[in-house]
C-alpha cells in the first residue's frame, strides 16, 4: 500500500520510536509521579527527560514548561478555554482546524476570522494586526494548514502579539517536527502538538507548551501534587496532567525527536517538498483537476496538498485511489473554515500527504492512477 496521509498521522513510525514504546512497557510499568519507590522515580525521571527534548527541539525556555496530553486537541482546549475564562476577544485565521473553531465557539467570546493570502505574507500579518482590538487577549493561528500545506507566517505574526500585548497561541499539529518552529524566538506563548504526526511518534498523546499562565484549569484530578487541597493549580505542567500519563508514548515522543534531529528537519522537509511539488507538477498539467493553491514553493508551503477533478465529489477520488492501493484522504478534514475559504463545502478535497519516506516511484505510481481514473471519466 503506498501511503499518503501523513497529515493524518505518521503511517511509517521509525523502528527507533517503536523500540522506546516497547522499552518503556518493559521496563517503566510504574506510574510516574504517584510513588516514591524506585521504579515509579525512573518513570518520572524518564518523562522529565522527554520534556527535556521537546523543551529544546521547540526552544522553550524550560522543560517545565511542557505539558503532555491526551492529543493536541486537548492542549488546544486547554489553553483556549483557559485563557478566556474571563472573556475577551479573540482573532483567528480563516484557515483553523475544528480543534482551534469549535473551542472558540464553544467559549462564547466575540472572535475575528482573519483572511489570510496563500501568496503574500505580509497581507496575512496585516491583516492580523488590524484584527486586534483593546479587548484582544488572544490571537489564534495554525503553523500550517491541514488543508492547503500554507505555512503560516507565525513569526511574524509573534511580533506583532507582542508589540501590542496579547497573547499567542500556534497550532502546531501539522507543523511540529515538520518545519522548524522556536517557541522563544517567535514569541509564541502557547504551542499545541500532535505528535503522531510530524514528530512520528504513536497516537494518543499531544504536547502542550506554555511560556504564558493559564489561568484556569479544564479538566482536574489527580495529579501527583498538592493531594490535600481540592482546588487545582494552573500551573505547568502539572496543572494540565491530570490523570495518569502514557509514558510509552512520550518515550516514543523522544525517540522520534531524536530521529528528525538525527536526519535534519530542513533534509527531510527537502524531500517531502520534492516530492509535494511532483504532484503538483503533474496534476496541474491535467486538464479536468482542480487545484487550490498557488505553485508549492519551498519555505513557503508544506508537503500538504487539495486537490479535485471536475464534477467528481472527493471521496469517489479517494476510493478510486484506495482500490488501486493508494492511502488519501477524501471528504472534510476536520476544517470548515478551510473548505469555506476554497469553496469546497459541497465536495471537499482530495489530500495529499506524502512523508520522506515515501518515494518518488509511489508519486510517479499515484499520478498515473489518477490520470487514468480522469481518462475513464471523459470516455
Ligand atoms: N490542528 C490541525 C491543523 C490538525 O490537522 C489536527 C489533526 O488533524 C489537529 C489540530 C488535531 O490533532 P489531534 O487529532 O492529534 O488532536
Redesign the pocket.
Known amino acids: 500500500m503506498i501511503y499518503l496521509d501523513n497529515?493524518?498521522t505518521s503511517g511509517k513510525k521509525p523502528e527507533s520510536v517503536i523500540k522506546a514504546v516497547n522499552y518503556a512497557l518493559n521496563n517503566f510499568s510504574a506510574n510516574a509521579g504517584r510513588g516514591g519507590y524506585k521504579l515509579a522515580v525512573d518513570a518520572s525521571n524518564a518523562i522529565y527527560r522527554v520534556r527535556e527534548k521537546v523543551s529544546s527541539f521547540f526552544g522553550a525556555s524550560s522543560p517545565l514548561k511542557v505539558a503532555f496530553c491526551p492529543?493536541?486537541?486537548?492542549a488546544?482546549n486547554y489553553v483556549i478555554k483557559g485563557v478566556m475564562s474571563n472573556g475577551g476577544h479573540i482573532a483567528v485565521s480563516d484557515l483553523?482546524?475544528n480543534?482551534?473553531m469549535r473551542p472558540v465557539y464553544k467559549t462564547n467570546c466575540d472572535y475575528t476570522v482573519v483572511e489570510t493570502s496563500f501568496t503574500d505574507d505580509k497581507i496575512t500579518t496585516q491583516n492580523f494586526e488590524n484584527a486586534i482590538r483593546e479587548d484582544t487577549r488572544l490571537v489564534i493561528c495554525?503553523a500550517?494548514?491541514?488543508v492547503t500545506g500554507k505555512i503560516m507566517p507565525i513569526r511574524e505574526i509573534g511580533e506583532v502579539c507582542k508589540r501590542k500585548g496579547v497573547l499567542f497561541l500556534v497550532?502546531g499539529?501539522?507543523g511540529g517536527g515538520v518545519v522548524p518552529i522556536n517557541v522563544g524566538k517567535y514569541n509564541i506563548d502557547f504551542l499545541?502538538i500532535?505528535s503522531?504526526?510530524g514528530l512520528l511518534s504513536p497516537?494518543g498523546t499531544?504536547i502542550l507548551i506554555a511560556e504564558s499562565d493559564i489561568p484556569d484549569t479544564v479538566i482536574e484530578g489527580g495529579n501527583g501534587i498538592n493531594s490535600l487541597e481540592l482546588k487545582q493549580d494552573s500551573e505547568m505542567p502539572e496543572g494540565f496532567e491530570s490523570g495518569t500519563l502514557c509514558l510509552p508514548n512520550i518515550m516514543g515522543i523522544g525517540a522520534g525527536i531524536d530521529f528528525i534531529s538525527k536526519i535534519g528537519i530542513e533534509e527531510i522537509y527537502e524531500k517531502e517538498m520534492n516530492i509535494t511539488s511532483f504532484f503538483y507538477e503533474n496534476l496541474a498539467e491535467l486538464k479536468d483537476v482542480i487545484l487550490y493553491t498557488p505553485y508549492p514553493e519551498k519555505l513557503s508551503f508544506a508537503p500538504v496538498l487539495s486537490f479535485n477533478i471536475k464534477e467528481k465529489h472527493s471521496e469517489e477520488i479517494a476510493e478510486y485511489l484506495d482500490k488501486n492501493g493508494i492511502a488519501v484522504r477524501g471528504g472534510f478534514?476536520?476544517?470548515y473554515s478551510a473548505h469555506n475559504k476554497l469553496n469546497t463545502t459541497d465536495v471537499g478535497t482530495v489530500r495529499i500527504s506524502p512523508s520522506f519516506l515515501n518515494s518518488m516511484n509511489e508519486a510517479k505510481y499515484t499520478v498515473n492512477v489518477v490520470k487514468k481514473y480522469n481518462l475513464f471519466l471523459k470516455s
Open positions: 497529515a493524518a492529543n493536541c486537541t486537548h488546544i483553523e482546524h480543534a482551534v495554525t500550517v494548514s491541514n497550532d499539529a501539522q499545541c500532535a503522531h504526526k497516537m499531544g478534514h476536520c476544517s
